[in-house]
């Protein structure tokens, strides 16, 4: 094979392999318009500034992924105490301290959905809680998701019943973590700069 061909196949293959990384300023027209089609007809949209606010509290735990030069996608969660959420029609406030992560959003563009993104998004962000000393994960799961949840290690608390806004079959779930082995465990750092179908609905939001 020649230089020429193998440099195009590794251009294709790094095209076409998902890439996650930190939200980026520039992500949130992409972001707004993929949160809308997911969620406006359920009458669950959040406004630009709230939704961005929750980014803005823990940049450490929020995820853009890109698939074919473009966003295909993105995750929001912050540190929130167990059974409490973000409210859906305010702008988030600083951040309480808690071994808690709350995963607030995670959408992934309909025409790339059913191909393992979520999931790949998921495991992501639980290696990441892991080493930086969250101890659980918790979300909301909407509109019928909480299998898709349940399937991945997450339980429901039938006793915490989640708030209208987020829907009639909202339902609080959450799943402990692994404690990571002393070398790799890191200080939680809800500042720290460096950052659908019914495969994703949270509010999910996968």
């Known amino acids: 094979m020649n230089r020429e061909t193998t440099e195009a196949t590794d251009t294709t293959?790094?095209?076409?392999?998902?890439?996650?990384?930190?939200?980026a300023s520039d992500d949130w027209d992409a972001i707004t318009?993929?949160?809308?089609?997911?969620?406006?007809?359920?009458?669950?949209?959040?406004?630009?500034?709230a939704?961005?606010?929750r980014a803005h509290a823990s940049p450490g735990t929020c995820f853009a992924l890109d698939l074919h030069r473009r966003l295909a996608g993105?995750?929001?969660?912050?540190?929130y105490p167990a059974f409490h959420y973000p409210d859906l029609t305010r702008p988030e406030r600083p951040p309480l301290p808690s071994r808690n992560l709350h995963l607030h959003d995670l959408v992934i563009?309909?025409?790339l959905r059913r191909r393992g993104l979520a999931r790949h998004l998921l495991r992501h962000l639980t290696t990441t809680a892991t080493l930086t000393g969250y101890e659980r994960i918790s979300l909301?799961?909407?509109?019928?998701s909480d299998p898709f949840w349940t399937a991945n290690g997450f339980h429901a608390h039938p006793g915490v019943v989640a708030p209208d806004?987020?829907?009639?079959h909202a339902v609080y779930m959450s799943r402990p973590l692994p404690t990571p082995t002393a070398p790799h465990r890191r200080r939680v750092n809800a500042f720290d700069d460096d950052r659908h179908?019914?495969?994703?609905?949270?509010r999910e939001g996968a």
């Open 165 to 168: 806004e987020y829907g009639p």
């Open 140 to 144: 909301i799961a909407v509109a019928g």
């Open 109 to 111: 563009a309909e025409p």
């Open 33 to 49: 318009a993929l949160e809308s089609r997911a969620y406006a007809a359920l009458g669950l949209s959040e406004e630009p500034a």
């Open 197 to 202: 179908g019914h495969e994703a609905n949270l």
């Open 51 to 53: 939704l961005a606010s």
């Open 74 to 79: 993105y995750l929001l969660a912050l540190p």
């Open 13 to 23: 293959d790094a095209v076409d392999t998902p890439r996650i990384r930190p939200v």
